[in-house]
């Protein structure tokens, strides 16, 4: 009624149409009376009217009078605001469908995106996290492919070099050149001090010192923590670099590398640079040759001082030989003063036998002792301990530990000892005792309690004396009584439901936060029955059930229930605990139940979206590979040829591409910068822009359908706009094929054309410049490079992508490289394409190995 008389005064009715409410109110209550009074056969007046609703009908059909329109007006006001928060809802679910359409398509043309974390729309940030990774994942393949060309190239330098004076200069330059450096010097350590064994710079004399020691300067310091050290900020006192091109300019970021082995210091580089800052991929590579630096010269120093061993050895043999006719007269002089010994001997072994049977009594009670005895001198050596340590603390002679080894110690422990043993060394004759841990060797931790004392003056004793007992059991007991009011303080403060439930199915404790779940204060519960519960059906049945089986089981059982609330139907995760007594004995059952409905939401909500771009992604992957030619399509045109394609994700930036136009074949392997779906995106743009090209106009030579490509590519992708950056495009190997002439026109960006003729490998490389990509301001693009070739019958023509050749793996994980796919092609002159046909992909699983393939592979092979 407060809502309707708020709406009515609030407007929502205009005021001829509150007139025309009222009055017919009022004429309809008018004619209600005049009924009521005609079945009382009373006339017409006010005062019959007040008389007549004595009668509680009478103000039952008032209220319904009155009731009834405004019912009607607060229905209709209720059904135009569900009516416009539904347009409102509609407009926001437009807003983020078209929101989520220009994000796509800025992932696509590679755009940036700006940050969409504060629309809440899960599909854009998941969309935005599939833009980032794939820009993430080409970087690191740039950086991975740097650093393992830098290693290579340094291993294989290392190789060649066999003496450490002639190695140093190479391996400074390498690293200057690779790196882009300006200078630097190499550092080698001798005597724990680094000396200076080669330097690469403009002019000598900015190298100030010859040496440094260790901890001494950044070269120093960099020796001193075994990290390398990089630098942008040049303290104002360094060395600058002087030539005619720059004339004297600091460097502006300074590196050194300690070279190690096994953390021992072999050495040290110092490198400068002209540049600002340096990427990650020039530190990353840095580190990783500095390893193997420090290895190599660690075995050329051993293998130099094995040769001067070797050489010392022979000098000493041929002293040893001098000096053997001496030792024969020695040795006669011993025999002589032997018998005399042997004399002696026999009068103490009497004397000896009477002392060991008193010390095997008193070795028997020092080992069955409950606590053994050490005697510690004033340099805290020890002196003595008695045998029942070996028993106390699990040690044998073989050990050879001691009650107070700092090794089996905790560093509290060490400490507290260290302290025991400064009170006592300044309190002659002082007590005291301690506690500390210790470990056996079994692992178990023990609890010891010592107390020493200052004997020192004593001339029987003459040290510090300790007797220490094992104390474990009564710490186990403290704590145990420590971490039982522990629990029962986490269990109170859990937000978990926590219940306790013994044999007979009673509830023996319950924590308040199962009010929360069942809806029933914890006092209502306790100490009731499972079956005396009056809350939800299936969780006391899940109770009940869980409890038999655990009482024939005894193991725990995780299991998820699903709950009514207050707040509406829960999953809840419960865990159920058997508890044993000392005996074994199962004494009761915890139930541990957390909430995990919005986990749940969440799990489902993620994996259905997971779905969706999975299925996009598949959908996408059945496109390609209904447009591209397969082995068998290219097979009707030339019998003796195939195609190895294995994309590296569902779909491939790699792509092979065929034509027949009036009589001429043409046939490509095309290779889009990345992979996966942006590769895929591109792939699209370059087999529509070929079949265009060669279809528009078949007399192009390959070089010229290569430029247009080009040109092509540039557009499409908005790279020929002034300011534009973009660098993706393509690399491709064109072949346009006149079988009736047997020409054979070929044009490779970036990519090469293998032709074996014979058993002998011709090989045509390609420009040196790629499909698409914004020009580079002041530098003047190269012209594709046409090779016609006259073939024979029976030649054979290869075409591939880099992904073949890039691919790690092997016994050394190196790369399988150009060179392995020649040495295949002209292994015997009598394989056939089937024999390649099988080999390749053979070769390249098994070179794979349990690595991860890093790139889209594609190989056309052809015979004409």
């Known amino acids: 009624m407060k809502t309707i008389r708020k709406w009515f005064f609030a407007g929502v009715l205009s005021v001829k149409e509150r007139l025309y409410l009222l009055v017919f109110i009022f004429l309809f209550l008018l004619l209600t009376w005049g009924g009521f009074l005609s079945i009382q056969q009373s006339h017409y007046s006010l005062s019959n009217?007040?008389?007549?609703?004595?009668?509680?009908?009478?103000?039952?059909?008032?209220?319904?009078?009155?009731?009834?329109?405004?019912?009607?007006?607060?229905?209709?006001?209720?059904?135009?605001?569900?009516?416009?928060?539904?347009?409102?809802?509609?407009?926001?679910?437009?807003?983020?469908?078209?929101?989520?359409?220009?994000?796509?398509?800025?992932?696509?043309?590679?755009?940036?995106?700006?940050?969409?974390?504060?629309?809440?729309?899960?599909?854009?940030?998941?969309?935005?996290?599939?833009?980032?990774?794939?820009?993430?994942?080409?970087?690191?393949?740039?950086?991975?492919n740097y650093i393992s060309k830098g290693k290579e190239q340094m291993s294989d330098l290392?190789?060649?070099?066999?003496?450490?004076?002639?190695?140093?200069?190479?391996?400074?330059?390498?690293?200057?050149?690779?790196?882009?450096?300006?200078?630097?010097?190499?550092?080698?350590?001798?005597?724990?001090?680094?000396?200076?064994?080669?330097?690469?710079?403009?002019?000598?004399?900015?190298?100030?010192?010859?040496?440094?020691?260790?901890?001494?300067?950044l070269v120093g310091a960099a020796a001193y923590e075994r990290q390398i050290i990089y630098r942008t900020e040049i303290p104002d006192d360094y060395w600058s670099v002087t030539s005619g091109l720059l004339g004297e300019r600091k460097p502006k970021a300074l590196l050194i590398i300690p070279l190690l082995q096994e953390e021992e210091l072999q050495g040290v580089v110092e490198v400068a640079f002209l540049k600002s800052s340096l990427e990650n991929k020039h530190l990353a590579y840095a580190e990783e040759v500095a390893a193997t630096i420090g290895q190599t010269i660690y075995n050329l120093k051993i293998t130099a001082r094995t040769e001067k061993l070797l050489q010392d050895s022979q000098e000493l043999t041929k002293t040893l030989q001098q000096n053997e006719q001496q030792l024969k007269e020695n040795a006669q002089e011993m025999l002589e003063t032997q018998e005399e010994l042997e004399k002696s001997n026999q009068m103490l072994e009497s004397q000896v036998?009477?002392?060991?049977?008193?010390?095997?009594?008193?070795?028997?009670?020092?080992?069955?002792?409950?606590?053994?005895?050490?005697?510690?001198?004033?340099?805290?050596?020890?002196?003595?301990?008695?045998?029942?340590?070996?028993?106390?603390?699990?040690?044998?002679?073989?050990?050879?530990?001691?009650?107070?080894?700092?090794?089996?110690?905790?560093?509290?422990?060490?400490?507290?000892?260290?302290?025991?043993?400064?009170?006592?060394?300044?309190?002659?004759?002082?007590?005291?005792?301690?506690?500390?841990?210790?470990?056996?060797?079994?692992?178990?931790?023990?609890?010891?309690?010592?107390?020493?004392?200052?004997?020192?003056?004593?001339?029987?004793?003459?040290?510090?004396?300790?007797?220490?007992?094992?104390?474990?059991?009564?710490?186990?007991?403290?704590?145990?009584?420590?971490?039982?009011?522990?629990?029962?303080?986490?269990?109170?403060?859990?937000?978990?439901?926590?219940?306790?439930?013994?044999?007979?199915?009673?509830?023996?404790?319950?924590?308040?936060?199962?009010?929360?779940?069942?809806?029933?204060?914890?006092?209502?519960?306790?100490?009731?029955?499972?079956?005396?519960?009056?809350?939800?059906?299936?969780?006391?049945?899940?109770?009940?059930?869980?409890?038999?089986?655990?009482?024939?089981?005894?193991?725990?059982?995780?299991?998820?229930?699903?709950?009514?609330t207050d707040d509406g139907e829960r999953i809840m995760e419960i865990k159920s605990i058997p508890e044993l007594n000392d005996e074994g004995e199962l004494e009761s059952v915890l139930f541990v139940a957390h909430d995990m409905t919005e986990f749940k939401k969440i799990e489902a909500d993620i994996k259905d979206k997971n779905k969706k771009i999975s299925d996009s992604i598949n959908y996408a992957q059945r496109i390609q590979s209904s447009l591209l030619p397969d082995t068998n399509?290219?097979?009707?045109?030339?019998?003796?040829?195939?195609?190895?394609?294995?994309?590296?994700?569902?779909?491939?930036?790699?792509?092979?591409?065929?034509?027949?136009?009036?009589?001429?074949?043409?046939?490509?392997?095309?290779?889009?910068?990345?992979?996966?779906?942006?590769?895929?995106?591109?792939?699209?743009?370059?087999?529509?822009?070929?079949n265009n090209i060669v279809s528009a106009d078949p007399n192009l030579s390959a070089a010229q359908i290569m430029e247009q490509l080009h040109q092509e590519v540039r557009k499409a992708l908005k790279q020929d706009q002034e300011g534009s950056r973009g660098r993706d495009g393509m690399d491709v190997a064109f072949c346009k094929i006149d079988p009736e002439k047997q020409i054979l026109d070929y044009c490779g960006a970036h990519r090469p054309l293998f032709l074996v003729r014979e058993g002998e490998l011709l090989e045509y490389q390609g420009t040196r410049k790629g499909i698409g990509g914004a020009p580079l301001p002041r530098k003047k693009e190269k012209e594709f490079e046409?090779?016609?070739?006259?073939?024979?019958?029976?030649?054979?023509?290869?075409?591939?992508?880099?992904?073949?050749?890039?691919?790690?793996?092997?016994?050394?994980?190196?790369?399988?490289?150009?060179?392995?796919?020649?040495?295949?092609?002209?292994?015997?002159?009598?394989?056939?394409?089937?024999?390649?046909?099988?080999?390749?992909?053979?070769?390249?699983?098994?070179?794979?190995?349990?690595?991860?393939?890093?790139?889209?592979?594609?190989l056309i092979g052809i015979e004409l």
């Open 158 to 217: 290392l190789r060649v070099h066999q003496v450490l004076s002639e190695l140093t200069p190479d391996v400074l330059k390498a690293m200057i050149e690779y790196l882009g450096a300006i200078q630097g010097a190499f550092y080698l350590l001798e005597d724990n001090t680094l000396k200076r064994s080669a330097m690469y710079a403009y002019n000598r004399r900015r190298f100030e010192y010859d040496e440094f020691q260790i901890g001494k300067g």
């Open 353 to 564: 036998q009477e002392v060991a049977h008193a010390q095997k009594r008193l070795e028997a009670l020092l080992t069955n002792a409950s606590e053994f005895i050490s005697i510690y001198n004033e340099n805290q050596e020890l002196v003595f301990e008695s045998p029942s340590v070996k028993r106390i603390l699990g040690y044998n002679d073989d050990d050879r530990v001691t009650g107070m080894d700092p090794d089996l110690l905790t560093p509290r422990g060490y400490r507290t000892i260290n302290n025991l043993f400064q009170y006592l060394l300044e309190t002659p004759g002082g007590e005291q005792t301690a506690q500390y841990t210790y470990l056996r060797k079994s692992g178990e931790q023990l609890f010891l309690e010592t107390k020493g004392k200052n004997l020192l003056h004593d001339p029987a004793i003459r040290g510090i004396i300790f007797n220490t007992q094992d104390i474990t059991e009564r710490k186990r007991a403290e704590k145990e009584e420590q971490m039982k009011s522990r629990m029962q303080s986490l269990s109170e403060n859990s937000p978990d439901m926590i219940m306790r439930v013994n044999m007979m199915g009673k509830l023996v404790y319950i924590n308040p936060a199962v009010a929360n779940f069942v809806g029933v204060p914890a006092s209502d519960i306790i100490k009731k029955r499972i079956n005396e519960l009056e809350i939800d059906e299936r969780f006391v049945g899940y109770l009940e059930n869980t409890l038999n089986d655990i009482k024939s089981e005894q193991e725990t059982v995780i299991s998820e229930v699903k709950v009514a």
């Open 633 to 690: 399509y290219i097979q009707n045109y030339f019998p003796r040829s195939f195609i190895f394609y294995r994309p590296k994700d569902v779909v491939s930036g790699d792509f092979p591409w065929f034509l027949k136009k009036d009589g001429i074949l043409y046939v490509a392997a095309v290779d889009c910068t990345g992979h996966g779906v942006p590769g895929a995106l591109l792939s699209f743009i370059g087999y529509f822009l070929l």
């Open 786 to 858: 046409n090779h016609v070739i006259d073939y024979q019958e029976g030649d054979k023509i290869f075409i591939f992508s880099d992904g073949l050749p890039d691919q790690l793996g092997g016994p050394d994980r190196k790369k399988l490289q150009p060179r392995r796919v020649r040495e295949a092609l002209t292994m015997d002159p009598n394989y056939t394409m089937a024999h390649f046909a099988r080999y390749f992909p053979k070769r390249f699983y098994e070179w794979m190995g349990n690595e991860k393939q890093v790139d889209d592979v594609l």
């Open 49 to 144: 009217i007040i008389y007549l609703h004595t009668w509680w009908l009478v103000w039952v059909v008032d209220v319904l009078i009155i009731a009834i329109p405004f019912s009607i007006i607060f229905v209709r006001n209720y059904i135009n605001h569900k009516t416009a928060g539904y347009r409102t809802g509609i407009h926001d679910l437009e807003k983020k469908i078209e929101h989520n359409v220009n994000l796509a398509s800025q992932l696509r043309d590679r755009k940036e995106v700006l940050d969409v974390s504060a629309n809440h729309d899960h599909l854009s940030s998941v969309l935005l996290d599939l833009g980032q990774n794939i820009r993430k994942a080409r970087l690191r393949e740039e950086e991975e």
